[in-house]
């Protein structure tokens, strides 16, 4: 293949995307071409000359992988081959195989890493041409920029993990639905389909809610004892079920019975099993008749009063000075 048609048919492959076009897989990528010669600088060697070890052979297996329309292999290879010998080169290939893959956002972010990893090497024709691509390509992509009410949480897009709050640039993505997932421990995971429209950036803005620990409390009494929590009855001789970590107001009772009050403290997850065994009503022995005694004997005294009190029967004229056989007079002495 021709170096210098790489580039040329890099911008096929572009027009080929615009939205309308027929779809048509790449030609196999090679490299780019090297810079002109100059007096002080030499040619670059191609890459299947400047590669050695296990880079060399990665980048022969991606050239054959291409020649097959197996772009997925192709760029797998390429990518390793990169990964060996860090020559911006590879990125020219691998963003090829990314379109075919109609993978646009990776195509654009691949073709941006080569315009500054490539540097001055690249030639500046070379360079215009890539610019126009990635200019070309912008309606193909959009952006989606997450915001979380939480740091430090995972985000996942369409599965693959892809940064954690908080997150300061919008992702790139291709156009159409994306599965945004957000997930923190001690947090409800959030997940959230998105829409991006071509050429447009999307704000979406996620609330982790903590997730709630129950506990669990087991209360067992007497069969006829009515079991309350929080003011509220709940069962009669046994109570379990799940209750919100904290403080809990607990009272048994039953007919007949002492009732039993106390207050249960309850640790996030915790689970606590309480017996409570109610003791027999006393009604105090020696009371009642203290109480039966006291009214006999104020009964008593109000009769004996009266009778004390009670104005004598008089069958003579009342002597003056007198009342009912009381002297006056004795109360002023």
Not at 66 to 81: H, K, R, V
Not at 252 to 262: D, H, L, M, S
Request: aromatic share 6%; proline share 8%; glycine share 10%.
């Amino acid at each position: 293949m021709n170096r210098p048609s790489v580039l040329a048919g890099l911008l096929l492959a572009i027009a080929l995307a615009a939205p309308g076009a027929q779809a048509q897989a790449p030609a196999p990528a090679a490299a780019p071409p090297p810079p002109p010669s100059s007096p002080s600088t030499a040619p670059a060697l191609p890459l299947s000359d400047s590669l050695q070890g296990g880079a060399k052979q990665a980048y022969e297996s991606a050239r054959l992988l291409a020649q097959n329309s197996d772009l997925a292999g192709a760029l797998a290879e390429f990518t390793e081959a990169y990964t060996l010998s860090k020559d911006a080169r590879l990125l020219y290939n691998m963003a090829i195989c990314e379109k075919g893959l109609h993978h646009y956002a990776r195509m654009k972010s691949v073709l941006e890493q080569y315009l500054t990893e490539g540097g001055s090497s690249i030639p500046a024709e070379n360079r215009a041409a890539v610019e126009e691509a990635v200019s070309a390509i912008k309606s193909l992509v959009a952006g989606i920029l997450v915001t979380a009410n939480e740091s430090g949480a995972e985000v996942q897009l369409d599965g693959q993990t892809v940064g954690t709050t908080p997150m300061t640039s919008p992702l790139p993505v291709d156009l159409g639905h994306h599965h945004l997932t957000i997930k923190k421990a001690g947090f409800e995971t959030e997940e959230r389909t998105v829409d991006a429209p071509g050429g447009t950036q999307v704000q979406v803005v996620l609330a982790l809610k903590a997730v709630r620990h129950f506990s669990q409390l087991t209360v067992t009494s007497d069969a006829a004892a009515t079991i309350v929590v929080d003011g509220r009855s709940m069962a009669q001789g046994r109570f379990d079920g799940s209750l919100d970590p904290g403080p809990h107001h607990l009272s048994v009772t039953e007919q007949g019975k002492q009732p039993y009050g106390a207050d249960v403290d309850l640790r996030d997850g915790e689970t606590r099993t309480l017996q409570v065994s109610l003791e027999d009503e006393k009604h105090g022995g020696s009371a009642w008749p203290w109480i039966l005694g006291g009214v006999a004997v104020a009964a008593g005294a109000a009769v004996g009063g009266y009778f004390l009190l009670k104005p004598q029967t008089q069958t003579a004229p009342v002597p003056p000075g007198t009342f009912g056989g009381v002297q006056f007079a004795s109360w002023g002495r």
